[in-house]
């Protein structure tokens, strides 16, 4: 965009530079807000439907569409409090640091082919990095609050995002693995095609570290059955009890922005992003590269794909939150080191064991497009001053059905 | 990052008087001045917790000065394991043991000189140093176009492989980390098991100190902390 | 230790390009204000910060001097042993910052208290 600015407008580089940021940031804003809006509504309708109730009615209509609008007008009308003997700097910034945290990590979060704010090479570690740094808004809403239910709260939700940290680490390492690349695009961009070559369906053992992933993402946000952290029946609201009006809803648009950004990394990992069940632009003989209107085109149909994915794993954690009940923190820390870490460790270890046994595939010998290129091999491995072949100081090996990741 | 490091300083017009900026330079300003006002802001903070929430900034910072460098690895470790790992660590210990009467512990005003002497001599040495050499002033120029580095020869190197150039004057490629990869992460293990033990809850025959101390405070004058706890359950905590 | 040569010095680094010795800058006042705040600190938790902060100093000192992009005409760069480096520093002062908490921990179960002046008995 910013070279669109620069050649068609006459921009000076800085001024076009700006605004592209600036514009990619309030975008993400507004993903951000403006989906918490829609999940704040779509969660008590939910709610209400699966407890046999209607939700919200009354406000916009029969569905009840603006209550979310009437709450945000509501929450910023009211009266700024802040707790006698609450540190006042810690009590005021807390919100924005768990918000920041949010908001960082969808700078590496791919929406389409080149839809991504800064395509990081690091890409995966930095989004499961910056997701664990909402912790430290929690520690700091829960201790300035001045207030023993808050500590008690934010010491729990603080030790359970980051012992949850580490099977969640395992679990994102697979596709890393499979894809050859800790890039988001690159893995998503390797699933491309039809819906069998995600990394959902690609080994068994992948398909059961998806489910570990799920459950280690419901637990790093916070969310049913593993919020006893904000239980309401137990510490009032746990560490944002003290917190109202627009500092409350700054928490809860984190909660909810990295409810949608665990999602969508889900989509990206393992239900191959941006590409369809069905590949509509191949099929049509289009690409996604292409700078001309087509390619644009191709691209937001993917990034409504993502959305849409994204989506459907929010509603699924919220279905979830309203069906099974509250697990105890001694439940919670019991899933983690007793159960999903080392069941992602076995899986990991037979993921790696099948890539090694069978790279092309379980569909080995059939025809390319149902099969995958045999001994994917990663960038730098063969070129370079260090690399194999230079070492091997042979002609070039067989490299014919070689896939190469470009950097 | 790397995709403003490409406009050092391009003049489209001498009327625009932001033109020369470099987006790299007015970056790493930013991030190195967050960097240090928080590193001096530790030091001068009172409250234990608000040195901890300093330094939690001073190295965030610090994780963008390394994305800035082109470190793209080494930054998202340091957010990942220094300030979501450790720092997330040393803060519930400020957390256990910021009771009220303790928050605040000051040096004498005797200590506090002695100790900005000493700053300040390190300082001035430290700086000397890194003026001295003409080379590390400039950076080159061709270099600020050049692709982002991937994380891939980081990867080979930890497990023996240097991918990037070979030793001079050898046939063979030098020898990579992997056995000092392989010996830090026996390391943690020890140390984290270490650790476990000597944080262990132990049985005690006398009482620990700390409950000792807790019992003979009055209720009353606790501590100013919990008050609105006081408050809900009527009484005793 | 003369003063004139640091003004300019000043001077000459803002309206460069970032170089290494702006890297290094940062890294002098990082180390700075870890050791003193090692030296000025009577809580133990505050010593252990400062020493989190001379690590984090060492390291951006490492991650400049590794970096090509960074580094004058014809100069080699440390390439990836900074880098590596780096990582090995990060990956042992969080191991290292986990016995400090436990032996702080400990002391204040035993003395009521993290103030390190009262550590003044060598005793179990």
């Known amino acids: 965009m910013a070279d669109f600015l620069i050649n068609s407008l006459g921009l000076p580089d800085w001024l ?56 945000g007008i509501k929450l910023l009308a009211k009266e700024d409090l802040m707790p006698e003997g609450a540190d006042g700097m810690l009590f005021r910034i807390a919100p924005y640091v768990s918000f920041c945290a949010s908001f960082c990590a969808f700078i590496a979060l791919p929406f389409a082919f080149d839809f991504v704010g800064q395509r990081l090479n690091v890409g995966v570690f930095f989004v499961v990095a910056v997701l664990g740094l909402e912790v430290f808004g929690v520690i700091l809403a829960g201790y300035a609050s001045a207030s023993k239910w808050s500590l008690f709260g934010a010491m729990r939700e603080a030790a359970q995002v980051v012992s949850y940290e580490v099977p969640l680490g395992m679990c994102v390492v697979v596709p890393v693995m499979l894809a050859g690349s800790m890039d988001l695009v690159t893995i998503a961009e390797k699933q491309s095609g039809w819906f069998t070559s995600w990394y959902l369906f690609h080994d068994p053992f992948t398909f059961v570290i998806f489910w570990v992933y799920v459950t280690c993402a419901v637990a790093s946000v916070n969310r049913a059955p593993f919020d006893l952290a904000e239980a309401e029946s137990e510490l009032v609201a746990g560490f944002h009890t ?40 191949r099929l049509l003989g289009l690409s996604e ?7 644009y085109l191709v691209r937001l149909l993917g990034c409504g794909n993502l959305l849409l994915k994204a989506t459907l794993g929010v509603l699924v954690m919220m279905w979830v939150r309203w069906t099974l009940p509250r697990l105890r923190i001694d439940q919670v820390m019991t899933t983690c080191l007793k159960y999903c870490t080392p069941i992602a460790a076995a899986m990991f ?31 730098g491995w063969l070129e370079g001053p260090g690399g194999l072949r230079t070492r091997a100081s042979t002609g070039a090996g067989d490299s014919s059905n070689v896939a190469r990741v470009a950097p | 990052m790397t995709a403003f490091s490409g406009l050092s ?21 930013l991030f190195a001045a967050l960097a240090c006002a928080c590193a001096v802001a530790v030091v001068l903070a009172d409250s234990v917790v608000r040195m901890a929430f300093y330094l939690v900034l001073s190295l965030g910072a610090t994780a963008g000065l390394f994305f800035l460098a082109g470190a793209e690895f ?23 043991t910021a009771q009220a009467p303790f928050v605040a512990i000051k040096p004498s005003t005797g200590d506090k000189l002695l100790a900005g002497m000493v700053g300040a001599a390190l300082l001035a040495v430290l700086l000397q140093a890194a003026f001295r050499v003409e080379e590390w002033r400039r950076p080159a120029v061709a270099a600020a176009t050049a692709p982002a580095p991937t994380a891939t020869p980081l990867g080979m190197a930890l497990l023996g492989m240097r991918v990037d150039d070979p030793a001079p004057g050898s046939t063979g490629v030098r020898s990579g980390y992997l056995l000092p990869f392989e010996i830090v992460s026996v390391h943690l293990l020890v140390v984290l098991v270490g650790a476990a033990y000597l944080a262990r809850a132990k049985r005690r025959r006398t009482p620990r100190a700390i409950d000792v101390a807790a019992s003979a405070v009055p209720t009353v004058e606790r501590s100013a902390r919990p008050s609105s706890s006081a408050l809900i359950s009527g009484g005793r905590p | 230790m003369n003063q004139a040569f640091f003004l300019p010095c000043a001077a000459g680094l803002l309206s460069a ?20 705040c ?87």
């Not at chain 1, 590269?289 to 390619?295: F, K, Y």
Request: charged content about 10%; overall charge neutral; glycine content about 12%.
């Open chain 1, 16 to 71: 076009a530079w700006t605004v592209t940021a600036v514009v990619a940031a309030v975008l993400i804003l507004n993903v951000i807000a403006g989906g918490a809006l829609v999940f704040i509504w779509a969660e008590r309708k939910i709610a209400a439907r699966i407890q046999d109730r209607l939700g919200p009615t009354r406000t916009g209509g029969r569905f009840g569409w603006l209550q979310s609008l009437a709450d």
């Open chain 1, 242 to 281: 003290e917190y109202s009006g627009l500092r409350w809803s700054f928490f809860f648009m984190a909660e909810y922005g990295s409810m949608f950004l665990v999602s969508a990394l889900a989509a990206v990992l393992f239900l191959g992003g941006w590409n369809g069940p069905v590949p509509v632009a």
């Open chain 1, 289 to 295: 590269g292409t700078g001309d209107t087509a390619g």
């Open chain 1, 349 to 379: 270890a037979g993921a790696m064991l099948w890539q090694l046994a069978l790279p092309g595939g379980l569909l080995r010998g059939l025809p390319s497009w149902l099969s995958r290129p045999a001994g994917e091999i990663r960038e």
């Open chain 2, 9 to 29: 300083g391009q003049l489209s017009s001498p009327l625009v008087p932001l033109a020369a900026v470099d987006w790299h330079a007015a970056f790493f300003m």
């Open chain 2, 74 to 96: 080494v930054g998202a470790m340091q957010l990942m394991i220094y300030v979501g790992g450790t720092l997330v660590l040393l803060v519930f210990g400020v957390m256990l």
């Open chain 3, 17 to 36: 390009p970032v170089g290494v010795a702006h890297y290094l800058v940062v890294g002098a006042i990082l180390f700075t204000a870890g050791v003193v």
């Open chain 3, 38 to 124: 090692m030296v000025l600190k009577r809580n133990a938790l505050g010593v252990l910060m400062g020493i989190e902060l001379v690590l984090n100093g060492a390291n951006v000192n490492f991650v400049a001097f590794s970096s090509p992009e960074l580094r004058g005409p014809g100069a080699a760069s440390l390439g990836l042993d900074g880098q590596a480096i780096a990582l090995f520093v990060i990956l042992l002062a969080a191991a290292e910052a986990a016995v400090a908490l436990a032996i702080t921990l400990n002391f204040y179960n035993n003395h009521a208290t993290v103030d390190v002046d009262r550590a003044e008995e060598l005793k179990g």
